[in-house]
Structures are given as structure tokens and as C-alpha cells.
């Protein structure tokens, strides 16, 4: 929502009349210097929609304030020019209302274009979001990265690395969504709350690594040659593509990465297909290139990749992971009900690279049970278990 500065405001009048936290105004308008403030100037406002509200007869101020739940000042304010005596009826008066629900819906079939969507309305609600590409798909789509927070510390958390693991996507928006509401409404999660993590941590995620693979786990091939016909060939000629792990070349995409990738070449795939081959080399990918070439732009003191299923938390690599990573997971365990598994015969991951190369906690965390793509019919659960996780990312 934006306003225009009325004579007399600051940022911390601004942020009294909103009932919104002066530093979340602050970061919703980074190119605002709040010692000069000028009249007539645009800012920002999160947490906020504009309803357009028809003046009827025996309307006023007052009772426009009790039908909305907005106070009268914060009426006026986007109101400057109206007389609060002198409403005229048939007459427009803008009514910014707070917003106290989720503003996206995430239980469903959740394919990049969903993802775009849901990152605008998040965007135009919570300015205070920053999002950046970090790279693109083989088809050309955005591989965006979300940061909320101004700590100096970053953590990362990670989905859809696999594409018929989709539905870790929709958990972490969801999880997003619920965080920028608290954030604005000053209320808690689980009884913490969440403004002081703002301060203290800074929060990257990349919701969906695997775009083109997403969508063809739910949306089917594309209409791009030579692609469609490589991956209908690489699914021996079926169009229910359930099991396809990869992205649009046939590259398991966590299996890329150069930490014990040589193992998992010898023994896995040796051709392109739905899972499982590492490809020619590591990081031949442009979406793994992207994750890696992030990750070594950022300064992550830890990183978390979301997967399905088996409901287990990997946290180990040959040994290498610190000291405070098993308090960490355990901390982990505790708060969703997942096993913590410190070794397991896999390489080549993210979280393996990542603990290789920084020594810092890595871990890939394995949502819900059954057969992938798991079922919606799972996803509140899946929620309830991993948002324990994501809270403890912040506070631990």
C-alpha cells in the first residue's frame, strides 16, 4: 500500500499511526532517507490493502472505522483531501484494511507459474521482501532467491531441487507468508516472536531450484523441441512423468555438486533419464551452477534443503561437519518428530558440498512419507512438522 507524506510525519509517526514496526517501514522504502522526509512523497506501507469504499447514506468516519477495523487516523491519512464532516454520498474513500490472513493459497498443484504469482502478491504486500534471480532454468526461467531480515548472520533453506518433490515448494511459501503476517502484526508463532529473529538473522530462500522439472511433473512436456521429445524418449514414451526427478536435460540435480561426485558417477546412471545420473561433470547444470555460484556470493552460517520423503534429517558428511551441527539437529528432531541420520552412503549433494567446503551445519531434510510426488491430502501435516524447522533456523 502507498501513501502520500502529510506536513509533520516521520518514519516513527508513520509507524505509530500503521500499528507496523518503524523498521519494517524503514526496509519497505530503502531509497528513502528518513531525515528527509518531503511532502508529497510516495512510501510504502506493508501489511496493508486499499479497499474502495462507496460513502452511503448515515455513513462516517466513525462508523467506517468500526465496519473496517481501521483506526480513523490511518482513514484520514489516505483521505487528506476528504472533510470528515462533509462525507458526500456516492463518493469514493479509500480504507486501508490490515491484513490478518495468508494472502496466497499454497494447497495445490504448485508449478512455477503459481510460485511467480504468489512472490508478486507477497511482494506488493510486504515491500520490505528483496527478491533477486540468482540464475536461470535450461528453459529459461528465473531462479529467484527471497531475503527477509537485516541480521548479519544468514541461513538458507532450499526446495524442488527434485522435480516430483514440488510440494516442498508450496510448504516453504506458505511458511513465508506466515512469517511476513507475524512480522506486521507483531503476534507470535508457536509462542515466539518473530521481530527480534528479524533483527538478528537474515533469511535467503530459493523456493523452487528445478522450475523446468516441476512443471513437467505437473504440466507435462513442454512445447520446445528438442525437450519434448528428449524427455517423452529419456520416460520411454510415457506422459505421466510422476517419476522424473531431474531437470529438463536429465540430470539429477543433487547429485551435481563436486563433494565425493566421482562415487556417485561410477555408480549411478550413466545416461540422462528421469533420476539419478550426475551428468558429465559436476555443476554442468545452469541451475545448479546457480545455487552453487550463490551460495559462494552469500556467507551462509548454514543451509537446510527441503526434499520428500522418509520424514529423516541428513546432517553428516565423511565427518566434516562442526561441532554445533548435532545441536542443531537435535534441535531439529525434537521440534518436527524427524529421525536425525548423521551418515548415509549418498554424495554429491548440496548440503554435501556445502558442509565440505565451509565446515559449516548442512542438512537435507526429508518431509512426509510415501511415494513421490506425495499427496496434498498430507500437506497440513507436512506444514505443522517442517514449520518447527523453519522456526528453529532462526532462532537456533
Given at each position: 500500500?502507498?501513501?502520500?507524506?502529510?506536513?509533520?510525519?516521520?518514519?516513527?509517526?508513520?509507524?505509530?499511526?500503521?500499528?507496523?514496526?518503524?523498521?519494517?517501514?524503514?526496509?519497505?522504502n530503502?531509497?528513502?532517507?528518513?531525515?528527509?522526509?518531503?511532502?508529497?512523497?510516495?512510501?510504502?506501507?506493508?501489511?496493508?490493502?486499499?479497499?474502495?469504499?462507496?460513502?452511503?447514506?448515515?455513513?462516517?468516519?466513525?462508523?467506517?472505522?468500526?465496519?473496517?477495523?481501521?483506526?480513523?487516523?490511518?482513514?484520514?491519512?489516505?483521505?487528506?483531501?476528504?472533510?470528515?464532516?462533509?462525507?458526500?454520498?456516492?463518493?469514493?474513500?479509500?480504507?486501508?484494511v490490515?491484513?490478518?490472513?495468508?494472502?496466497?493459497?499454497?494447497?495445490?498443484?504448485?508449478d512455477?507459474?503459481?510460485?511467480?504469482?504468489?512472490?508478486?502478491?507477497l511482494?506488493?504486500?510486504?515491500?520490505?521482501?528483496r527478491?533477486?534471480?540468482?540464475?536461470?532454468?535450461?528453459?529459461?526461467?528465473?531462479?529467484?532467491?527471497?531475503?527477509?531480515?537485516?541480521?548479519?548472520?544468514?541461513?538458507?533453506?532450499n526446495?524442488?531441487?527434485?522435480?516430483?518433490?514440488?510440494?516442498?515448494?508450496?510448504?516453504?511459501?506458505?511458511?513465508?507468508?506466515?512469517?511476513?503476517?507475524?512480522?506486521?502484526?507483531?503476534?507470535?508463532?508457536?509462542?515466539?516472536?518473530?521481530?527480534?529473529?528479524?533483527?538478528r538473522?537474515?533469511?535467503?530462500?530459493?523456493?523452487?531450484?528445478?522450475?523446468?522439472?516441476?512443471?513437467l511433473?505437473?504440466?507435462?512436456?513442454?512445447n520446445?523441441?528438442p525437450?519434448?521429445s528428449?524427455?517423452?524418449e529419456m520416460?520411454?514414451?510415457?506422459?505421466?512423468f510422476?517419476?522424473?526427478?531431474?531437470n529438463?536435460?536429465?540430470?539429477?540435480?543433487?547429485?551435481?555438486?563436486?563433494?565425493?561426485?566421482?562415487?556417485?558417477?561410477?555408480?549411478?546412471?550413466?545416461?540422462p533419464?528421469?533420476?539419478?545420473?550426475?551428468?558429465?561433470?559436476?555443476?554442468?547444470?545452469?541451475?545448479?551452477?546457480?545455487?552453487?555460484?550463490?551460495?559462494n556470493?552469500?556467507?551462509?552460517?548454514?543451509?537446510?534443503?527441503?526434499h520428500?520423503?522418509?520424514?529423516?534429517?541428513?546432517?553428516?558428511?565423511?565427518?566434516?561437519?562442526?561441532?554445533e551441527?548435532?545441536?542443531?539437529?537435535?534441535?531439529?528432531?525434537r521440534?518436527?518428530?524427524?529421525?536425525?541420520?548423521q551418515?548415509?552412503?549418498?554424495?554429491?549433494?548440496?548440503?554435501?558440498?556445502?558442509?565440505?567446503?565451509?565446515?559449516?551445519?548442512?542438512?537435507?531434510?526429508?518431509?512426509?512419507?510415501?511415494?513421490n510426488?506425495?499427496?496434498?491430502?498430507?500437506?497440513?501435516?507436512i506444514?505443522?512438522?517442517?514449520?518447527?524447522i523453519?522456526?528453529a533456523n532462526?532462532?537456533?
Amino acid at each position: 500500500m502507498n501513501i502520500l507524506v502529510q506536513p509533520g510525519q516521520t518514519l516513527w509517526s508513520i509507524s505509530q499511526t500503521f500499528g507496523i514496526p518503524l523498521n519494517l517501514i524503514a526496509d519497505s522504502n530503502p531509497n528513502v532517507i528518513p531525515t528527509q522526509l518531503q511532502v508529497g512523497q510516495n512510501l510504502r506501507i506493508p501489511g496493508y490493502r486499499v479497499l474502495a469504499h462507496r460513502i452511503q447514506p448515515g455513513d462516517t468516519f466513525w462508523s467506517i472505522s468500526n465496519r473496517y477495523q481501521t483506526p480513523m487516523d490511518v482513514i484520514r491519512l489516505m483521505n487528506p483531501w476528504t472533510i470528515p464532516t462533509q462525507l458526500m454520498i456516492g463518493s469514493t474513500l479509500y480504507v486501508p484494511v490490515r491484513l490478518t490472513e495468508r494472502i496466497v493459497q499454497t494447497r495445490k498443484a504448485y508449478d512455477y507459474s503459481s510460485l511467480q504469482q504468489d512472490l508478486q502478491r507477497l511482494r506488493q504486500a510486504y515491500p520490505f521482501i528483496r527478491q533477486e534471480s540468482i540464475g536461470q532454468s535450461v528453459l529459461g526461467s528465473s531462479i529467484d532467491e527471497i531475503q527477509i531480515g537485516r541480521g548479519a548472520q544468514m541461513v538458507h533453506a532450499n526446495s524442488s531441487f527434485h522435480a516430483n518433490e514440488w510440494i516442498t515448494t508450496p510448504i516453504m511459501i506458505q511458511f513465508l507468508n506466515d512469517y511476513l503476517l507475524t512480522l506486521t502484526n507483531q503476534t507470535p508463532i508457536r509462542g515466539l516472536s518473530m521481530n527480534p529473529f528479524y533483527t538478528r538473522r537474515t533469511l535467503s530462500l530459493v523456493p523452487m531450484v528445478n522450475p523446468d522439472g516441476v512443471n513437467l511433473v505437473l504440466n507435462g512436456p513442454p512445447n520446445i523441441e528438442p525437450y519434448r521429445s528428449q524427455v517423452i524418449e529419456m520416460n520411454q514414451g510415457n506422459l505421466t512423468f510422476n517419476n522424473w526427478k531431474a531437470n529438463i536435460r536429465g540430470v539429477d540435480l543433487n547429485n551435481q555438486f563436486p563433494a565425493g561426485w566421482e562415487i556417485e558417477k561410477e555408480r549411478k546412471e550413466q545416461s540422462p533419464g528421469p533420476r539419478d545420473y550426475p551428468g558429465e561433470a559436476p555443476l554442468t547444470e545452469p541451475e545448479s551452477i546457480a545455487m552453487a555460484e550463490l551460495t559462494n556470493r552469500r556467507n551462509f552460517s548454514r543451509v537446510n534443503a527441503f526434499h520428500t520423503q522418509g520424514e529423516v534429517i541428513y546432517w553428516g558428511f565423511r565427518n566434516q561437519e562442526p561441532p554445533e551441527a548435532a545441536a542443531i539437529v537435535k534441535e531439529y528432531a525434537r521440534v518436527s518428530g524427524y529421525k536425525p541420520v548423521q551418515t548415509v552412503d549418498s554424495y554429491a549433494g548440496y548440503k554435501d558440498w556445502f558442509i565440505q567446503e565451509w565446515n559449516r551445519p548442512g542438512y537435507t531434510v526429508e518431509l512426509g512419507t510415501g511415494v513421490n510426488p506425495l499427496p496434498l491430502s498430507q500437506f497440513d501435516e507436512i506444514y505443522e512438522e517442517s514449520l518447527g524447522i523453519f522456526l528453529a533456523n532462526l532462532y537456533m
